[in-house]
C-alpha cells in the first residue's frame, strides 16, 4: 500500500513540474504573438488610415486597410493583420479617385444587389479618412459595390497579393 501511494506521489509530482514546462512554452508562445499584434498596432498608430475596406459573412472575414506607405491584410476576427508593401503610385492612385468623390454622400449610394440578404454574397463596406473624419458606405454585396465607388473598391482590391 505504501508503494501505491509513493508511485501516485511521484507521478502527480512529475506530471505537475511537466505542466508547468508546457504553462511556460505556451505563455513565451503567447508573449511573442502579443509583441508582433502590439508592433503592428504601433505602426498602425503612427499613421493613420486613408481606406478600410471590410467584407464579410458566417465563416468568412477579409479586411483590407490602405495607409500612406503599405497595407494590412486580415483574415480572421481579431486577428493579427498581414503587412503588405504597396506602390506610391497605387496610394497616389487611391488618393486621387476619393478626391473625386463627395465624401458626406458616400453613406447615401445604393447597393445594386441584394444577394447578401440571403448570404449570396458577403456584406461589405469601405471606409474612408479625410481630415480626421471617417465616412463609411452602406453595406453592399462584396464584388457588387455602388457604381461611385466602383473604381475606388477595384484599386484596394488590386493592392491584395491574394486575389
Partial sequence: MKITALIF??????SCCANKETVKSDNITENKMEADRLKLKTDALQESPIVIYGSHTRGYHFTLTVYNSYATISKEYNGTPK???????????IKDIISKLTLKDINSYEA???KRFYDGA????????????KF?????????PPK????LVNKVLSLSPEK
Fill in 9 to 14: 506521489s511521484l507521478f502527480v509530482l512529475t
Fill in 83 to 93: 503587412k503588405i508593401e504597396v506602390k506610391h503610385e497605387d496610394i497616389i492612385e
Fill in 112 to 114: 445594386p444587389t441584394k
Fill in 122 to 133: 458577403p456584406h461589405t463596406t469601405i471606409s474612408v479618412f479625410s481630415s480626421n473624419e
Fill in 136 to 144: 463609411t458606405s452602406q453595406t453592399f454585396d462584396g464584388g457588387f
Fill in 148 to 151: 461611385p465607388l466602383a473604381d
